[in-house]
């Protein structure tokens, strides 16, 4: 936990603090990106979609990505975090594991943002995790991943997603965006 986390949480509480730190994030400017240009697509695309990493800013997300009538299922590796997640879809693990989570299950899209650089650090982890989620998408699937410059390499330049995972436009949408004024980088991939 980083320092200044840390002293909100020693003087504020930490369902005070937590709730700061929702809204500081739920205003970023990639958070708004998000919501407003990569959902509409990804809800109007429907189909069964799995969300990465569960925080009380997430706690919306299912639901509209499901408005056009998908089937959203949630993921992380914090058991708390299920309070956050897709009720009755949601199953607590590493996303490096996602294979054997979500066995049973093939994906349409994936949407991890925020996850790699923010708990899946290493680069060995950061690329079983790429090849876990590329392994629960169907051929054709849609991979979202943002990512943080100044929190990680980069996972295309780095070989990390050329196994399964190509760079593609879609939705009206570049295959690379990175967010003006924040080091905040969103990639669309598809599976091979």
């Known amino acids: 936990m980083g320092v200044r986390k840390s002293l909100m949480r020693l003087f504020l509480g930490r369902e005070r603090a937590e709730a700061i730190s929702t809204a500081r994030i739920s205003r970023s400017p990639d958070r708004e990106i998000l919501l407003r240009d990569y959902f509409p697509p990804f809800t109007a695309a429907g189909g069964r979609m799995l969300w990465v990493g569960c925080r009380p800013y ?68 950061q690329a079983r995790a790429l090849s876990a989620m590329a392994c629960v998408l169907k051929p054709g699937g849609r991979l979202l991943l943002g990512w943080n410059t100044d929190k990680m390499d980069d996972p295309i330049a780095a070989g990390l997603t050329a196994q399964h995972l190509e760079p593609a436009a879609w939705g009206g949408l570049p295959a690379r965006l990175a967010v003006p004024g924040v080091t905040h980088v969103y990639d669309l991939l598809i599976r091979r």
């Open 58 to 125: 997430t706690a919306d997300y299912p639901a509209l990505l499901e408005a056009q009538g998908g089937e959203v299922w949630t993921t992380d590796v914090e058991e708390r975090a299920e309070a956050w997640g897709r009720a009755g879809r949601h199953r607590t693990g590493d996303i490096g594991q996602a294979d054997a989570l979500f066995g049973d299950l093939v994906f349409d899209a994936v949407l991890c943002n925020g996850v790699l650089g923010w708990g899946v650090n290493s680069r060995e982890h």
